[in-house]
């Protein structure tokens, strides 16, 4: 495959097919024989490190592909869900009215509510293509906004939205997705923080294990929902639900808003919309999840890949500087590797613990179109309790082997020393077990108990406490895991 310079994409799902465009390669994972009468000039199927992607391949000795979007079977279509009470598409430009380049108004496709903005100061930048999947968008800076009638003054609904943030840092303004109501009551979608005055859901930072850093040019589905005692956020990034139990207080009142929370040029949205769905009613998880099904393929959304970390409290934040796991996610990122973190690691877990939990922790996340990374270092808390070193081993086999049967790759790290002679001793025999046998049940060794810099428990640059890694450790041990993860 090395004579593959130049990839071209083209969307085969339409007759005639849409042009082609270049596109970038990262890898190639895999490939897999492929027959159509109707191309037979194609003869196998290349899956590359995007893994919404496949690669059409022509000839072995040729420097270009076809590519297509790779669906889902059978392709998902659009469910129609009771409740649906607003529908603002910019994709659709006969809902949009443009005046000098900006939208002036966009009427929903259900209630024909209009969202308008008189003040051309005011008015997002319209964009009929380049969207996600070539869709219509606008764009908003914190200062634009659009506004219009109230769409309901019940406070249970759900609100989707098609959004791309483009504001250069996790805690620079990014709020005001949507609004329905006032700041001071209502509901809508906001990020960074939670306006609980008013009853926002905050889309970003409640979703479980998340973390940004080099994110935000990326499209996603977001879906925010309340009903009485129970608010939950879901994002296609992370395909998980994050539920709180908190009542909204005040009904909403007076206009929707979409790209501010607050007036004008204040809380602003900084991105870009595509589309935002409105309900009056909570939808079900599995209504939601049939929406953003269909809308990762509709408009081709980036699905990252999954890094889910186990472990013990050697695994988790201490003193608020970033654990091991938020480490490897860094250096992925630098890598331009497109990957979010699920930290699942807690102070005191013993194997047995993480055993129980793998079902629903990681076993139920696995996603079968993207890459999925399992990382582990575990056994302080088993030995101390006067497990032995045997029991520790066969449990940290069982982990990986259950983990690596679901699906994910697997990278084994052995467990760093601690001020415990004792414990020592054993970790020394369950490590001596893993170097010796870890290409039965893993993927890859990360052999985190063999650099220098953990070889002395009292060395405080290193170790927190004589257990605990420092920032400066983790990020040592996050470089040694990160290109293990890369060559998977």
Known sequence: MANIITVTRQDLTRTPPSKLETIGIESIFDVQPYTDANYPFINSVIYTSNNNLSALYCNETVAQVLALADPPNPIPTFPVISGWIADFDFNNAASVTTVGGKVSQIVDNIGSVASTQSNASFRPVYHATGGSNNTGYATFTGTQLLTGNLLT?????????????????????????????????????VDWQTGVAGGYLNARTALPGRDFYNWDQKWESITASH???????YNTVTNSFFITSTNFPNAPTVNHHIGFMDAPGINGFKGDISRILVYDRQLSDAEVKSLNDYFIYAYSLDMPNQLISGGDSKMTTLGGAPSCPQQMLFDLQTSNSYTYLINTAVGGRTTTDVINALPTEVVAKYQSRIKNYYTIMIGYNDLAAGATAAFVYANIVTICQTVRAAGFKVVIMTDIYSTNAGVNTKTDTVNTSIRANWATFADALADTNALPQAQNPLDTTYFFDGLHPTAALDAIMAGLVEPLLLAL
């Open 227 to 233: 009903a009485a005692g129970s608010n939950k956020t």
């Open 153 to 189: 003054s019940s406070l249970e609904f759900t609100v989707v939205a098609i959004r791309r943030t483009n504001n250069g840092g996790v805690f620079d303004a990014e709020l005001g997705v949507f609004e329905n109501g006032n700041y001071a009551d209502g509901w809508g979608i």
